[in-house]
């Protein structure tokens, strides 16, 4: 019996296919995690002005006076998540998701409302949805 799909032609067409799916893979990056990268490259210029003395005048950093996750009366306090994420930096974005200090009311689409001061600048407000990202900024 002739078989119409040699045995050699089947493995040469299932490796390529593995290769392509191994590749395809490699470059796939996750939004968090370039997000991840974004903020370390933002860190480290920081850190490079700061060791190496900069033109720019020195702008205070971030500290959260208040954050809060919830909807219409039902929130939870995300002060200390979101000060953890902001760390002393300059910039930095923060995803709004139940990770901040739980989910305060199951079934609503929450909200994120944090209050925060660059050095000893005036405050400043961001709010976003859940399942959005806010930026901080003190530039």
Request: aromatic share 6%; proline share 4%.
């Amino acid at each position: 019996m002739n078989n119409p799909f040699p045995l050699k032609q089947v493995v040469s067409v299932l490796a390529f296919a593995m290769l392509g799916l191994l590749a395809g893979s490699a470059f796939s990056q996750s939004a968090d995690y370039k997000r991840g990268y974004e903020q370390g490259y933002r860190d480290a210029v920081e850190a490079s002005r700061e060791q190496h003395g900069s033109s720019e005048p020195a702008r205070g950093r971030m500290t959260v006076l208040d954050a809060k996750y919830g909807f219409r009366g039902d929130v939870c306090d995300a002060r200390q998540a979101v000060q953890q994420i902001a760390a002393m930096r300059r910039h930095v974005d923060v995803r709004v998701n139940n990770d901040l200090c739980g989910d305060p009311v199951s079934g609503q689409v929450k909200r994120l409302i944090i209050v925060y001061r660059c050095g000893d600048g005036p405050e400043q407000r961001v709010a976003g949805a859940e399942g959005t990202t806010l930026a901080m900024s003190c530039r």
